[in-house]
């Protein structure tokens, strides 16, 4: 992240465990389909708690790492804001519910998945859970319209994950050192 720039701090008073439990139990509750963009509708939109560079820049880091992206994001922002607390705080908000929503679904599609009816309800899911994506794509790319090796970098990562087939690990090996080193770079310039 940019050492020019202030991350976002608790607002005194107002933002502490409690609201950050609640704020990430919010996004996941109203995420079904993809928790990413009401993430930013509910940290960068209606809190204020990032900005839209910040939002991407954090998701940028979580999605490099293993495991579900909210989860990652939420225990990154819960200890930058109030360390591991902050995080234990955050990933229950966004974990505890779903969880038993999960099991009961779970429980539900093991007893009538062979249904007809449940094949045509997960096939409307899915085409909605596509069109989230597209809009979490078009969200995060915004921050980037500006930014022409952006462009470069973020196609050539479609390109070998999309149209070739690489997995993740390999494109991210391949495209990390150079965009790194590209914003670097750049960042020197600058000064």
């Known amino acids: 992240m940019s050492g020019s720039r202030a991350l976002a701090e608790p607002r005194a008073g107002t933002d502490g465990l409690i609201d950050l439990f609640l704020a990430f139990l919010q996004i996941s509750l109203s995420g079904f389909g993809g928790a990413i963009n009401w993430a930013h509708r509910a940290l960068v939109d209606q809190r204020r708690w990032m ?29 930058r804001q109030h360390g591991l607390s902050g995080a234990l705080a955050a990933l229950a908000g966004v974990v505890l519910v779903p969880l038993g929503i999960f099991v009961a679904l779970g429980a539900l599609y093991t007893s009538f998945g062979q249904m007809a009816v449940v094949h045509g309800i997960l096939s409307g899911i899915s085409a909605a859970a596509a069109g989230f994506m597209i809009s979490v794509g078009i969200r995060i790319a915004g921050p980037h319209r500006h930014r022409p090796w952006s462009a470069v970098f973020g196609s050539a990562a479609f390109i070998g994950m999309g149209l070739f087939k690489f997995p993740l690990v390999y494109v991210l090996l391949c495209l990390a050192p150079p965009s790194i080193a590209v914003a670097w770079w750049l960042e020197a310039r600058k000064r």
Do not use: H, K, R, W
Request: proline residues 7%.
């Open 51 to 79: 900005s839209d560079e910040d939002f991407t820049e954090t998701l940028s880091l979580c999605q490099f790492l293993p495991g579900p992206n909210i989860v990652n994001f939420a225990m990154c922002l819960g200890q």
